[in-house]
C-alpha cells in the first residue's frame, strides 16, 4: 500500500524493488523510481532537465554577482564576521546604521559627505599623567594628576591608529580643578597655540588639530567662558 505525497511516493512497507541506500527517495515519472541519496551537505533541488525533474546539488548560497536587487527588510541585519558578530548595516524604517562592533571602520579610499550634517557626539575621559593624555576621542574630558586643585598639559597623544589627522576639543572635567593646556616648545606631540589656556570652567573648551604625519597639535580654537 502506498499513498501519494507531492513528488514523493511514502511506502507504508519497503517493497525493496527499487530503495537500496538509506537515505533514497522515491521520485516519480511514468513509475514510481529511486532518487539516490546525494553527497554530504547536498540539498534537494528541482531540474526540469532531469528525468525525473529532481536532484541533489550543492548550495554555494548567493551568486556572486548578483544579478538583481537583494532587499533587506526594515530591522534586518547584514551581519558580518564568524556569527555575524563583528559589524553590521540595517535601517530601522527611519535612519540607516553602519556599526563596527569589533575593530575600527575604515574607509580605504576617498570620502565624501554631499548632503545636510556630519555629527559626532563621542566623549572621553583622561587623566594627566607626567604632563600628558592620550586621545581616544574628537573630544577629551581632561582631570588634573592626583585630583590636583592645578595641573599643565604639556603633550596630548593622538597618534594611536584611527587618531593621527583628527580634530579633536580639550574640556574640564571638573570645573572645581584647572587644566593648563601649555604653549610648549619641546617634546612631542607638543601644542603649537597662542599662549597657555586654562581650562578653568565647565564651559572653557580649546580645539587642535593633529595634522597627520606632524607630531604637533596646532590650535584652532579657543572660549574662555568664564564669565
Request: hydrophobic share 35%.
Given at each position: ?115 545636510t550634517h556630519c555629527f559626532t557626539f563621542n566623549q572621553s ?103
Open positions: 500500500m502506498s499513498r501519494i505525497l507531492g513528488f514523493f511516493s511514502e511506502k507504508t512497507t519497503d517493497t525493496g524493488t527499487d530503495l537500496t541506500t538509506k537515505g533514497d527517495i522515491h521520485g516519480y515519472s511514468n513509475t514510481n523510481t529511486r532518487v539516490p541519496i546525494g553527497s554530504n551537505d547536498q540539498i534537494l533541488t528541482a531540474d526540469s532537465s532531469e528525468a525525473l525533474g529532481l536532484k541533489w546539488a550543492t548550495s554555494s548560497g548567493l551568486s556572486s554577482p548578483l544579478t538583481s536587487n537583494l532587499v533587506y527588510n526594515d530591522n534586518v541585519l547584514a551581519a558580518f564576521g564568524t556569527g555575524g558578530g563583528d559589524s553590521y548595516i540595517k535601517h530601522d524604517g527611519s535612519n540607516f546604521y553602519f556599526k563596527a562592533i569589533t575593530g575600527m571602520a575604515k574607509f580605504q579610499s576617498s570620502l565624501g559627505m554631499e548632503v575621559s583622561a587623566t594627566i599623567s607626567s604632563d600628558t593624555i592620550t586621545g581616544t576621542d574628537n573630544v577629551m574630558q581632561v582631570d588634573t594628576e592626583g585630583s590636583a586643585s592645578t595641573d599643565d598639559l604639556d603633550h596630548a597623544n593622538f597618534d594611536g591608529a584611527g587618531e593621527t589627522g583628527s580634530w579633536f576639543h580639550l574640556v574640564a572635567k571638573n570645573a572645581a580643578r584647572t587644566v593648563v593646556v601649555k604653549d610648549t616648545e619641546s617634546g612631542s606631540p607638543q601644542f603649537l597655540m597662542a599662549g597657555d589656556f586654562s581650562l578653568d570652567h565647565a564651559e572653557d573648551t580649546i580645539t587642535f588639530s593633529a595634522i597627520n604625519g606632524l607630531s604637533h597639535n596646532y590650535e584652532l580654537s579657543r572660549s574662555d567662558n568664564n564669565s
